[in-house]
C-alpha cells in the first residue's frame, strides 16, 4: 500500500476502511456468513488485553436476549483449513460464548497484516472500548509499525492531536502505574499528573489508597515540586460589584476588581483595541493634571 494512497483513506472512518479493503482485495462485497465459533481464534493486534467479567456477562445476557446484531470481522488465517482470526469483534466473540451460542454472523476480509492492525485500532477507538493505556500500546502500534504520525491518526480516528500527545504520554509512567490504569484503579486523569515523577509508584498507591481526586492529586503533585498554589478568587460582596458595574459604564470597558489582605487588591481594565488603551491612560493622566 502506497504512502499515498494511505493519506487518501484518512477520515473515512471504520465502515469505508473496511469497504475499501474489500473491493481492493477481490472478495465480493457481500462475502457475509455464519461460522462456528470452534473455527474462530482472537486476534494478535486487537489492542484490548482487558475483558472484565461483569462487562462480558451484560453483553452476553444482552446477546441472549436480542442475538448479535452486528457481525465481526475476520480473515482467513494463511496455512489452516476453514480458521479464521478475528479483526473486529473479539469481545462480542467472548460474550457469544458465554451466551451459549454456536454460530456468529462475520464478514470475511482478505486482509495483511497492517490492514488487520489499522481496523482492529480504529474499531476499538472508535466505540470507547479501550482504556487509556491500550489506546494509546494502538497509536504506537500504528505509528511505529505502520508509519503514522500523529496528525494522520488524528485524521483516521476524529481525536485531537493533543489527545494522542497526552494518551501517548502515558506510556512513560512505570508499568506497575500503567496497571493500575488497565484494570481501572486509576485513572487516565489521575495518572497524567504522575507523568515525569520519580514517585509516580508511590503516589500512585496512594492515590488509590486514600481515594484522592484528580484535584487533590494535581494540587498535591504541585505543593511536593515546589510550585505554588492557585490563589482563590475570594467570593465579592455587593458593593464591589455595584463597583465594578459603574466603573465598567463609565469607561465603556470590561472591569474587575480582585480583593486581596486587609485592604489590598487589584484593578484590571480590559481592552481589545490599542485605542481603548490609549483612552484610558489620557483620561488617568487627565485626572492627575499631568
Known sequence: MTASTQKNRLGRGLASLINERFDETGIGAEDRRSLPLALLRAGRFNPRRSFPEEQLEEL???IRE?????PLVVRPI???TRAYEIVAGERRWRAAQLANLHEVPVIVRALSDHEAVEIAIIENVQR???NAIEEGEGYRLLMDGHGYTQEDLAKVIGKSRSHLANTLRLLKLPDSVQELVRTGRLSAGHARALIGREDATALATRIVNLGLSVRQVEALTQEQSGKPKP???KIKDADTKAAEAELSQALGLGVEIRPGRGEKGELRIRYTKLEQ???VCS????RSGR
Open 66 to 70: 436480542r442475538g448479535l446484531v452486528q
Open 231 to 233: 490563589r482563590k478568587n
Open 60 to 62: 452476553a445476557a444482552s
Open 78 to 80: 494463511a496455512g489452516e
Open 277 to 279: 488603551l490609549d483612552d
Open 283 to 286: 483620561r488617568l493622566m487627565r
Open 128 to 130: 470507547e472500548d479501550l
